[in-house]
């Protein structure tokens, strides 16, 4: 186990600007009208907790060679324009093999109720 792997970050909230999210549909071809484009959580998922993770001294994420090699979600519902989300993020494993950085990151997401949203799961390649 590395010595980033099992760390888990402090919670990001964030409000489902409702401008953000009809530009965000229109940007990838969806109607403002039928509310949260379902990849709009890597706005309030990633966007929201993945600083933590890149600014991280321990992490020692080297962004000019990373590559974000899979991204997959799983939602219990969508959030609605104006909510309030908290997302907090974990790397789930940090493995090294051949030269290359296999790093796992996953982040859940709960509304103001306490009730889950989002998870999350990203995979991040890191060349040596």
Do not use: N
């Not at 590395?2 to 071809?29: C, D, L, N, Q």
């Not at 590559?67 to 789930?92: K, N």
């Not at 051949?98 to 995979?123: H, K, N, Q, V």
């Amino acid at each position: 186990m590395s010595a980033i792997e099992g760390k888990t970050y402090p919670a990001v909230s964030s409000v489902i600007e409702p401008e953000h999210v009809a530009k965000f549909a229109r940007a990838i071809g969806a109607d403002p009208a039928d509310g949260v484009p379902p990849t709009f959580a890597a706005v309030y998922a990633l966007g929201a907790t993945g600083p933590q993770l890149f600014g991280d001294p321990e992490a020692e994420v080297d962004f000019a060679r990373l590559l974000h090699a899979d991204q997959e979600f799983e939602w219990e519902r969508h959030p609605e324009p104006g909510d309030t989300v908290t997302s907090q993020g974990r790397v789930v494993s940090d493995i090294s093999r051949r030269g290359m950085r296999f790093l796992t990151y996953e982040i859940a997401t709960m509304a103001e109720d306490g009730s889950a949203l989002c998870r999350s799961r990203t995979l991040f390649v890191i060349r040596s």
